[in-house]
């Protein structure tokens, strides 16, 4: 969390905000909030730059600056991004706030394990080597049976782990891979090498549709997640699996189960997913 759905949603509304205005002051309340590079290199670099665009790869959101700067940030679990009109407002969890000639733009992020990266175009921070490596994301229309057959057929990993891997499912997190296996009748513990051609098929439609209604639901809110105005996504009205533990099935009445794959949970049916 935030996966493809709720950045997707995060970028579409600051561009709104943000397109064109130009920074003019950071207060920085913690320096470990910043990847990439010191913070005096930070500051010098952005002090002043316009925001001509902003775009988005994977989980990564992608400020590009007028100096060919990219400005980037991965809110990992927790982190949030919210537009301020007024400055002066506080937001809890402030660990970098920046200053806009109109509004301000505030990073907050209870875990601090988030990031901040600033670098020129042509200079990617090996920290952010994955940024090179990402998979394609479902929503494109290259993510399709070939492609995603290719990625697991020889991989002896559950499906789970592989679709969380994101040099194979760009932007998919917990939440979008149950929901899509919950569609695709597809038990998360199956390995990768074991999914016939039919379920391949399957799961790839189930990635597009899940992802693609969260992306029009604005993302789901059900722990840290809000938009930059503050408000709440509504997929969370719609999960058919994820976090139900105990509750029943919707498809087969049957009790849902919560199990641990690589420490992640997942949630799924034991009815309608078996793990042949
Ligand atoms: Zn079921």
Redesign the pocket.
């Known amino acids: 969390m935030p996966e493809l759905p709720e950045v997707e949603t995060i970028k579409r509304e600051l561009k709104s905000f943000l397109i064109n205005k130009s920074f003019i002051g950071v207060k920085l309340e913690n320096k470990k909030i910043i990847g990439y590079p010191n913070p005096r290199d930070f500051l010098k670099n952005i002090i002043n730059k316009k925001i001509l665009d902003i775009d988005r790869k994977g989980k990564f959101l992608i400020f590009k600056l007028s100096n060919n700067y990219n400005l980037t940030f991965h809110l990992r679990l927790s982190g949030r991004l919210i537009y301020k009109e007024n400055p002066k407002e506080e937001v809890k969890y402030t660990r970098i706030m920046f200053l806009l000639n109109k509004g301000s733009l505030v990073f907050s992020e209870p875990r601090l394990l988030g990031r901040v990266y600033l670098y020129h175009d042509n200079k990617l921070p090996e920290s952010l080597s994955l940024l090179k490596n990402l998979g394609k994301e479902p929503i494109m229309s290259e993510f399709n049976f070939q492609y995603l057959k290719e990625k697991i057929k020889n991989r002896n990993s559950s499906i789970k782990s592989l679709l969380l891997d994101q040099k194979i499912a760009s932007g998919v997190g917990n939440i979008y891979s149950d929901e899509a296996l919950f569609c695709a009748q597809i038990h998360p513990k199956r390995k990768g090498s074991s999914l016939k051609d039919e379920e391949i098929k399957k799961l790839v439609r189930c990635l597009k549709k899940v992802i693609k209604r969260a992306i029009k639901e604005k993302g789901t809110s059900i722990s840290d997640y809000l938009r930059p105005n503050g408000k709440e996504g509504s997929f969370q009205n719609y999960l058919k699996i994820f976090k139900r533990e105990g509750e029943n099935?919707f498809?087969?009445n049957?009790k849902i189960m919560r199990i641990k794959i690589n420490n992640r949970s997942s949630y799924f049916?034991p009815?309608?997913q078996k793990e042949v």
Request: glycine share 14%.
């Open positions: 099935c498809r087969c049957e049916c009815g309608c």
